[in-house]
């Protein structure tokens, strides 16, 4: 692979080709912050707190640092007022949903993020994908997933699959940003929407016990 020199918050950086904006900052020690990101998936931009100002060929843009691919003379800042308000709004927004997230409340104290300035659904999910991805791309077990669109979007489980793969893994619980009771919660919420097996059948050969 070649590499890239770029720019980050004033610093020259030497990348590698396929390389993201995260990925080259992280490895100088510049960090940017990020809720719907795990190493052992691909990059998804749901969350958008790790927006960044790029300029290239004198355009400049905002852009999800997880998902943009380095490229030569690319210059990159990490932290601007634009990208405060971002974020702060981001973060005020998912708040209305997780207020007692320890991950948001620390983001929400460096931004200064109000907790309150939404009226609260506490939903405790915020759309990450974290859950539904790691099911998906590392368990491949599919058994849980989106539904609903917009403001009434939110996190299933699949009953029949999960019935016979959640309970023993439950690996996605402590993924969650928000909060793992709630995923707990959605699962046996979904498990209990099964229907009654039905009662064995003697196929004729029961006898009546007295």
């Not at 003379?73 to 405060?84: E, G, Q, Y």
């Not at 759309?127 to 077990?141: D, F």
Request: contains cysteine; negative net charge; aromatic residues 6%.
């Amino acid at each position: 692979m070649s590499e890239i020199i770029l720019q980050i918050d004033g610093k020259e950086v030497v990348a590698k080709e396929g390389m993201t904006i995260l990925s080259a900052a992280s490895s100088v020690g510049i960090s940017i912050p990020t809720l719907c990101l795990h190493e052992k998936m691909e990059p998804y931009g749901g969350c958008r707190i790790c927006s960044v100002e790029v300029e290239s060929r004198g355009r400049s843009s905002v852009v999800a640092a997880c998902l943009y691919p380095v490229e030569q003379d690319l210059v990159v800042t990490t932290r601007t007022a634009k990208l405060d308000r971002i974020r702060k709004s981001l973060l005020e927004m998912m708040l209305a949903h997780a207020p007692d997230s320890p991950q948001l409340e620390a983001l929400a104290e460096e931004y200064g993020a109000d907790k309150d300035r939404f009226a609260k659904d506490a939903s405790f999910c915020i759309h990450c994908g974290l859950c539904v991805r790691y099911c998906a791309e590392v368990k491949k077990a599919n058994a849980l997933g989106f539904i609903n669109r917009g403001a009434k979007k939110e996190i299933s489980f699949i009953p029949e699959i999960a019935s016979k793969e959640c309970w023993d893994c439950k690996e996605c619980f402590e993924l969650c940003p928000t909060s793992a009771l709630q995923a707990a919660y959605v699962l046996i919420e979904a498990l209990a929407s099964l229907p009654e097996p039905p009662a064995p059948s003697c196929g004729g050969s029961c006898k009546s016990q007295t």
